[in-house]
């Protein structure tokens, strides 16, 4: 079939800047490179919006609210046509209620639900409609969400495909130990300082109070190991005082939000994700085993598919301070495992979570979106 540039609208509802939404504007800009056409539709009033018109990406303004939505869908149907786009993405809830809505009619090749947490899906009516007859595809990004919706909605499993986050591999990394000292010095710590960390958003549901409890638990047997907290969210303060309320405010550092991820993946001796609920497949643990990172995850949404317990590093139960705290002490105190297992998550992030295979599977699903409606690609 020939190829040629698509034209691919995505919409985001969301106001927030987590992984979801740095998934979207990855990929969007990863099409740009690729020589394909993507116009993001997304709130004034969200960090995508500003950091998509930072990278030069067309952007339109679009409410996406409640109150806003009647507008909103004689508003995109308008751009539908002015655009004509090849695929249009929905990402978020708002946004897929308006942007499905919408293109009822206006006969787009490829028409896709995103669905990025694995929060279950409510069976109502109005969702099966949107998922069974609104949509071409749903891409999720776990394979858990997809056998969620798959039952409860009566999808049929034709219609789902899988698409875990994608990362761009950074052209270097730093060694080790100089990733180490500059982190040493950017807190004011000692030679002897080693870190334990995590990256991620701040939310209630990423398990950062179960994370500090475990790290209290084992903080005197491994007295040069600092515990250093990436990211910035509704539950800084919290944190903050439950840090000083177990004595550990000199032990525990928080580094807040950066764009830069992979100098801590470096210095860290292991980079945990203790989220209790609603996540993926997340993009944290394949950049963290491609650096090459001992990894730690739980037992929620699809952490497992990513990270396969006593092969790639350690799952444990969401919740479960102590269990947490045994596995920190495994990979701690068992290099030769820990080394086997560095190496078998290196290889499965390089072989299959980077954005060049991301964006490959995605065009073949859009390929074969056209071909069942009979369209040029």
Not at 172 to 193: C, M, N, T, W, Y
Not at 341 to 355: D, I, L, N
Request: net charge positive.
């Amino acid at each position: 079939m020939e190829k040629r540039p698509l034209t691919i609208l995505h919409t985001e509802s969301h106001r927030a800047w987590g992984g979801q939404e740095i998934r979207v504007l990855t990929e969007c800009l990863w099409m740009r490179k690729k020589g394909h056409r993507p116009i993001l539709v997304a709130s004034k009033k969200s960090k995508i919006y500003y950091k998509a018109k930072e990278e030069s990406l067309e952007v339109l303004p679009m409410a996406f609210t409640n109150l806003s939505a009647p507008g909103d869908v004689l508003r995109l149907r308008g751009w539908f046509r002015r655009y004509t786009p090849d695929v249009l993405n929905t990402h978020g809830n708002m946004d897929a209620k308006v942007g499905l809505l919408a293109a009822k009619g206006m006969h787009i090749p490829c028409v896709i639900r995103s669905r990025h947490h694995s929060h279950p899906v409510s069976p109502s009516w109005h969702n099966k409609w949107m998922y069974r007859r609104l949509s071409d595809y749903i891409f999720t990004s776990a394979q858990c969400i997809a056998d969620q919706i798959a039952s409860d909605l009566d999808v049929a499993s034709s219609k789902m495909a899988t698409v875990s986050s994608g990362f761009v591999p950074p052209e270097s990394l730093l060694e080790k130990e100089e990733a180490v000292r500059r982190l040493q010095e950017e807190f004011g710590l000692d030679q002897k300082a080693r870190f334990i960390g995590s990256v991620a958003m701040l939310a209630e549901w990423k398990g950062h109070h179960v994370l500090i409890d475990a790290f209290a638990s084992i903080s005197e047997r491994f007295p040069d190991h600092h515990l250093m907290i990436v990211g910035d969210g509704s539950e800084m303060q919290s944190l903050v005082e439950h840090a000083k309320k177990l004595k550990l405010s000199g032990r525990i550092h928080f580094a807040g939000f950066r764009e830069d991820p992979w100098p801590f993946f470096r210095a860290f001796d292991i980079n945990i994700l203790a989220s209790t609920k609603n996540e993926a497949t997340s993009q944290v643990l394949p950049q963290a085993m491609y650096a090459r990172c001992p990894v730690i995850g739980t037992n929620a949404g699809g952490i497992p598919e990513v990270v396969e317990d006593g092969k790639d590093g350690l799952i444990v139960e969401p919740s479960d301070s102590a269990a947490l705290a045994d596995a920190i002490q495994t990979i701690l105190t068992s290099p030769e495992k820990t080394a086997a297992w560095v190496e078998s998550a290196y290889q499965k992030s390089a072989g299959f979570y980077t954005m060049d295979m991301m964006i490959e599977r995605i065009l073949k699903l859009y390929q074969r979106a056209f071909e069942k409606k009979g369209g040029a690609f």
